[in-house]
Each structure stands twice: as C-alpha cells, then as structure tokens.
C-alpha cells in the first residue's frame, strides 16, 4: 500500500491574556472573552506520546488503520537539528510491544520507502490564525510574507491548502487541496498566493477548530502530508473541536501536526505538535518564519515509511508501543487494538 506524507501546519497569532473579571480573559485585539468549555478542556493523558528521552532525535507516527499491517512514517535529524537523508532499510530496526507483553519485539520489515528532495510530491495544509490580535502593527502582513515564501518554494507537483479561522464557526478551506501554483485565473499568481494575500483580522481565537478544519482538508490526500498551524495567541472560542478531538483525528489520520505560537510561547500547541509526530516552533517574530519554514519543508520531504505485520494479531484491547531504533537513537508512538468484543459490536473504547 503506496502512501504520500501529509503535514498539517498551524499558526496561531494571539498574545497572552490576563484576568479581567469573573470567567473573562482581556485578550489583546479581542478584548474581555469567556473562552468556551472545548478551549479549556485538559488534554487526555492517554492521547499523549512517550516523551521522548533528551537528546533523542527520531520522531516516529504510526498508522494502524489496517491492523495487523502497521505503516510507520518517521523522520530523523542531526545534532544540528538538520533532517537525515539516505537512511537505508538495514539501518533500522523496528519493534513493537503491548501493554501486556514484558518485553519488546522485533518486527519484519515488509516495506521501507523514502521520500526525500524534490522528486517527491508532498501535501500541505496552512492553518492561518486571523484572530483580531493578528492586525496589531505589521504582524497580519509580516505573515502574509511568510506563508508566501513558503508555498513559493514548493515545486510542481506538490500540493496545498489553505484554511483560516477566527472566532469558532469562522473556520472555513479557503483554498482546497491541489496543486499549489494552481493558477485558475491565468493572470500568472497562485491561487494561494491571491487568496493570503486578501487575507483580514478580526474577531476571537479557535485554533482547535481551525485545526481540525486543517485536517480535514487534507484528509483524502495521499502521503506524505501535514498541516501547519500558525498561531499568535491562546485560544478561547472553540464550539465544535477541543485538544483532544484534535489530536485524536490527526493520529487517526496519521497527519503529523507542525505548530508555530508567534509571539508568545503556547503550551497547546506544543501539545498538539508532540502528541502527533510533529514540531512545535516558538517564533518571537514573523520575521523568523521564513527559516521556520525552511526547516518544516526539509523535515517533510526527508521521510521515510516502513511496514510490518504485527507479530500479535489478536484483538486484545491493548495498547501497542512501537519504537524505531537508527544509529542509537530512537523514536516510539503508540496504537490502541480495537477488542475482538468492540469489534463486534462496533464500538470502539473511549
């Protein structure tokens, strides 16, 4: 079974809040905000991925939808930060282990495939924070320069989308997935580019809902694909989506969530980037976007997908934990197996 890599890239561009009175935040360019129940739901423990150990550079994202054969997508990076390429299958090892089992082990690799460089198309979807701190000074245009420069350097086979939010209920695929120097009108502009480049602020921050709008529109998409999230403040008007929805579809779909808190440093975005395989950026400038984007893009293009079919078939219920070892250093994400009983009455455990 072929894959393409998706990322999935949010932004969020919202500044910190402080305690105005009651249940009410003062957020800047928002003013006084109740943040809504989805906005402040914790995040479910069992969502979260094994921490990775300091100094341990492989991130790993794994897709059981077709359990017992397991596709594992991961990336790796230097010690300067810089992504790996040319990784060969007889470098890796992969093993898995269930919450019942006492000791890990070793899978048969039936596939090891890489997408590096630009001979491999990749999806993309920019989830774009429009929130009303986002027309504070130069920061709305300074990101419009931004996401710019990055589709600009995609190649012409790779694909994108663009998706926007604000207030929850606002989030909408403003541009949907295809190619991204799509140019409907002949007039020698991307769509994409006319259409962030017309991009407005105001109203208040939703970023799960906006994320999950990401999500979907990429979702029929082929490997590798993401989404970004790009993002300047703390979220508080979400009405349909919360952290853990979030991060659940993105495991779900196996789409690796890259965050970008511009601004301010935010804790759910950094969940939302870990717990799903990809990176969480603090960016004090929107100047800074453009290396970030570098970066992302490189992380992308260099991954690699290996296959396997689980050497415990059962459906048992347990939670799986499956690790990738490359040049002493490894990289682990987790899987649940549906009960042989919930499988029978479709029903899957919460």
């Known amino acids: 079974m072929k894959k393409i890599l998706a990322i999935l890239i949010v932004v969020t561009l919202s500044v910190g809040v402080s305690v105005a009175f009651a249940d009410s935040f003062l957020y800047e360019g928002e003013g006084y905000v109740a943040p809504t129940n989805l906005s402040q739901e914790p995040v479910t423990q069992r969502l979260l991925r094994s921490q990775q150990p300091a100094g341990e550079n492989i991130t790993a994202a794994v897709d059981a939808e077709a359990f017992p054969d397991i596709e594992v997508t991961f990336s790796a990076v230097d010690e300067n930060g810089v992504s790996i390429g040319g990784i060969t299958q007889d470098q890796v090892t992969v093993t898995e282990q269930s919450n019942l089992e006492g000791a ?10 890489e997408s590096s460089g630009s001979g491999d198309a990749v999806t993309v979807a920019l989830v774009f924070d429009l929130s009303g701190s986002m027309g504070h000074g130069t920061r709305l245009e300074d990101a419009k320069e931004a996401a710019n420069y990055f ?21 909408k695929i403003v541009i949907p997935s295809g190619l991204a120097s799509r140019d409907t009108d002949g007039n020698g502009v991307s769509d994409i580019k006319e259409a962030i480049d017309d991009l407005s602020a105001g109203g208040f921050t939703a970023v799960y809902d906006g994320t999950a709008k990401g999500i979907e529109s990429i979702r029929g998409d082929a490997f590798p694909k993401a989404v970004v999230v790009f993002s300047d ?33 935010l804790n759910n975005m950094e969940t939302l980037a870990d717990s799903t395989g990809g990176k969480y950026y603090f960016s004090p400038t929107a100047q800074d976007m453009n290396a970030i984007y570098d970066e992302i893009s490189r992380s992308i293009r260099n991954q690699y997908t290996v296959c396997y079919t689980s050497h415990n078939p059962a459906q048992d219920g347990t939670t799986r ?14 899987y649940q197996v549906e009960s042989e009983l919930a499988a029978n009455f479709n029903w899957t455990p919460q």
């Open 151 to 171: 589709f600009a350097n995609f190649s012409d086979a790779d694909r994108g989308a663009l998706v926007t939010f604000s207030s929850g209920g606002t989030e």
């Open 321 to 334: 934990t499956v690790t990738v070892l490359y040049d002493n250093e490894q990289g682990t994400d987790t």
């Open 233 to 265: 403040g703390q979220t508080n008007s979400d009405r349909s989506n919360s952290i853990n929805s979030v991060i659940s579809e993105a495991q779900d779909a196996g789409v690796p969530l890259y965050t970008i808190g511009l601004g301010v440093d």
């Open 104 to 113: 890990p082990v070793t899978e048969t690799l039936t596939c090891f495939r």
